[in-house]
């Protein structure tokens, strides 16, 4: 059964969705357009237009859809959330207004699945309705891609456990209200069992924020940066604070990717094509050489190749919310990485085309494109770089596969043809070939 349709029922929703996110998010992104405008729980001007806003979107039954029914959420399932993501990543505030922001989606997630009753009670609850943010705080000055460089460790003292050590890009630190932060406990188990998650309040003595170091996007001369750069030092926070069992530190951090990584590629698709709007119109819009953009070859190839790289990709990622959906646990895995690669790759390529048919407006921060265009190697980086998640889409891909029986390949011409003559001997004979 094949069918891309989508339910009129549904369809209503995502077209309220479409018109409130334009109408009512757009406007937040302007007047509070930095990467961390959207954590500030501080801000009154902001906080008083979102409140209402959220409140609209509760009543629509859309808040937080990302969580199952058993934390409040509707259970929407993979597919609806990857259509109703691709609306929310067309402005940087949507998510926030829908609570679903990352990386508070994440963090709800491990806490869902691995918090203590009291951990629920004290970290999710507030998280789930919007009134705090948090922090996930595991890669290292020394090292991200890979968690068997970590050093930032927490030794047991008595009745607690006392963290010391440094974390970099920890996003959104200065704003969080807690951290869950990854340390090595057991620094002589095997390589993916040396560490645990401990859940420490923003308020915990010896948290020194180094530096909030600023990307691309954002000024460090104006103090926007986002990423904390942090010190732990000699933070103590009783043992209950474990979040997970001890030396699951790895398992809690994988758990939290799956499917935040599709509703990601999916904001991405969304990014994309607003971009891909932009660049329509301006290729109707603008004249040179006596005939508008549109009718230049080159514009017309920026065109064809980002709709056919953006059709590509937004398949991609709805295949692989319906292989999670109604496949086993695990089935979409190797799919999830290819859509991880991909959405770093497209945002690129599109960002990139439409910059460029912008002309000098394009390299200005005078439309969006400028800043979504300096977001393309964060995507390539955040959650993992694109090498990594390549290698695992090779090694899901070569599980399939085995080596050839014999000295030559399975397609080896010249065996085949001898395969075929013996097959049909007889007949060849009688024709005389
Ligand atoms: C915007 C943004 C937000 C982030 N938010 C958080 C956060 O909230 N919490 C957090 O803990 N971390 C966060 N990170 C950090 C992110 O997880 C790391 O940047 C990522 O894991 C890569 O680590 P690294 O930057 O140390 O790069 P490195 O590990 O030094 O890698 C550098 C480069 O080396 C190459 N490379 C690395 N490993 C391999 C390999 N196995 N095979 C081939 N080539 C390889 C790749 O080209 C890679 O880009 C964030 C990063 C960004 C950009």
């Given at each position: 059964m094949w069918d891309f349709r989508t339910e009129p029922e549904f369809q209503a929703k995502l077209d309220w969705m479409a018109a409130f996110v334009r109408d009512e998010c757009e406007p937040l992104d302007l007047l509070f357009?930095?990467?961390g405008d959207p954590y500030d729980v501080q801000n009154k001007a902001s906080r008083a237009i979102l409140a209402p806003l959220r409140e609209k979107v509760k009543e629509q039954g859309?808040?937080?859809?990302?969580?199952?029914p058993e934390l409040g959420?509707?259970?929407?399932g993979q597919l609806k959330l990857a259509l109703m993501n691709e609306i929310l990543?067309?402005?940087?505030w949507a998510p926030t207004v829908f609570g679903t922001a990352a990386p508070d989606t994440g963090n709800a997630e491990i806490l869902a699945l691995y918090g203590t009753e009291g951990q629920k009670a004290r970290y999710l609850q507030p998280l789930l309705e919007g009134n705090i943010v948090s922090t996930f705080s595991m890669t290292e000055p020394q090292g991200g891609?890979?968690?068997?460089?970590?050093?930032?460790a927490a030794t047991r003292d008595g009745d607690e456990w006392v963290i010391e050590g440094e974390k970099w890009f920890s996003s959104h630190a200065r704003y969080a209200s807690f951290f869950i932060v990854m340390v090595?406990?057991?620094?002589?188990?095997k390589p993916y069992e040396r560490m645990s998650m401990l859940i420490v309040p923003?308020?915990?003595?010896?948290?020194?924020?180094?530096r909030n170091v600023a990307t691309m996007n954002e000024r460090d001369d104006l103090d926007e940066g986002t990423e904390g750069y942090i010190h732990y030092n000699q933070v103590r926070v009783p043992l209950?604070?474990?979040?997970?069992?001890?030396?699951?530190g790895f398992k809690v951090a994988q758990s939290r990717l799956g499917g935040g990584r599709v509703h990601h590629a999916m904001r991405v698709v969304g990014k994309c094509q607003r971009a891909f709007d932009m660049m329509c119109e301006r290729a109707l819009s603008r004249r040179t050489q006596g005939k508008?953009?549109?009718?230049h070859q080159f514009v017309q190839g920026f065109i064809a190749d980002s709709a056919i790289q953006l059709q590509q990709f937004r398949l991609l990622v709805l295949q692989t919310a319906w292989i999670i959906d109604n496949?086993?646990?695990?089935?979409?895995r190797t799919h999830i990485a290819m859509c991880k690669v991909a959405l770093a790759a497209v945002l690129h390529d599109v960002l990139q085309r439409a910059v460029q048919l912008y002309?000098?407006?394009?390299?200005?921060?005078?439309?969006?494109?400028g800043p979504w265009w300096a977001y393309a190697p964060q995507l390539a980086l955040a959650d993992g770089p694109t090498e990594v998640h390549k290698a695992a889409v090779a090694k899901g891909m070569l599980r399939g596969y085995s080596p050839?029986?014999?000295?030559?390949?399975?397609?080896h011409i010249p065996t085949r043809r001898a395969e075929a003559r013996a097959r049909y001997a007889a007949l060849l004979e009688e024709h005389g070939l």
């Open positions: 357009p930095r990467p859309l808040w937080a859809c990302h969580l199952g959420g509707q259970g929407f990543g067309r402005s940087q891609s890979d968690p068997k460089e970590f050093v930032c090595v406990t057991d620094p002589d188990a923003a308020e915990t003595p010896g948290i020194e924020i180094i209950d604070a474990m979040l997970g069992a001890p030396g699951e508008l953009l549109a009718e496949e086993p646990h695990g089935a979409a002309g000098s407006l394009g390299t200005t921060q005078e439309t969006p494109l050839a029986p014999g000295l030559f390949p399975t397609e």
